[in-house]
Nanobody, 115 residues
Framework: QVRLVESGGGSVQSGGSLRLSCAASGRSISPNFMGWYRQAPGKQRELVATITSDRTVYADAVKGRFTISTNDAKNTVYLQMNSLLPEDTAVYYC??????????WGPGSLVTVSS
């Protein structure tokens, strides 16, 4: 059974930084797709950033401020968030997918940015 453990959420003032981590375990293979999504109160879940072996994708709202990366084993995904804004306040979810098309969501990490 795949287990996703997220860490790094918290509260920060506008302009600050946070780093989210999501570690995947429980499979003998590493994910071939990893990403971060977020859901603000009263809004739908939206894509923040995704990463595969040859491509990274960012939402326009976070380009130039957020960076997605993985560890060498490709089983942990990070989201470095700089220059945070109040509108970045949301619950952030990691998402991973494997070559057999199975995919999983993390439990969510609350990020609160105050002005």
């Amino acid at each position: 059974q795949v287990r996703l453990v997220e860490s790094g959420g918290g509260s920060v003032q506008s302009g600050g930084s946070l780093r989210l981590s999501c570690a995947a375990s429980g499979r003998s293979i590493s994910p071939n797709f990893m990403g971060w999504y977020r859901q603000a109160p009263g809004k739908q879940r939206e894509l923040v950033a995704t990463i595969t072996s040859d491509r990274t994708v960012y939402a326009d709202a976070v380009k130039g401020r957020f960076t997605i990366s993985t560890n060498d084993a490709k089983n942990t995904v990070y989201l470095q968030m700089n220059s945070l804004l109040p509108e970045d306040t949301a619950v952030y979810y990691c998402n991973v997918a494997f070559v057999d098309s199975s995919w999983y969501w993390g439990p969510g990490s609350l990020v609160t940015v105050s002005s």
